[in-house]
């Protein structure tokens, strides 16, 4: 069973759920959170869906510390640091 082996289905159908899960790794937190969700309901979405969405709860893409950084000098200017305190940066 695809859902249990986490296994992508084959054909065009394979080919549209690697293109979804590459665009919702890329499109940020609340969205993977939600497909998350999504990936862990087979009942709502279907087998072949889970198996593919189910990769965000265990292994999803990382972005590199640049974006982030960005993300913050964006939100908060280039002293984005003298506003908010993180742990460790890698």
Known sequence: DAL????????PV???????LHCVEWSGAA????????????????RDFCAVFSQLQ????PHAWKYTEQAL??????????????GDIP
């Open 4 to 11: 249990e082996q986490g296994k992508i289905p084959d054909g």
């Open 14 to 20: 394979g080919w549209y759920y690697k293109l979804m």
């Open 73 to 86: 000098i964006e939100a908060y200017g280039e002293q984005w640091h003298e506003h908010i305190t993180l």
């Open 31 to 46: 969205l993977i959170k939600i497909m998350q969700w999504a990936g862990s309901r087979p009942d709502m979405f279907g």
């Open 58 to 61: 265990d292994d999803t893409t």
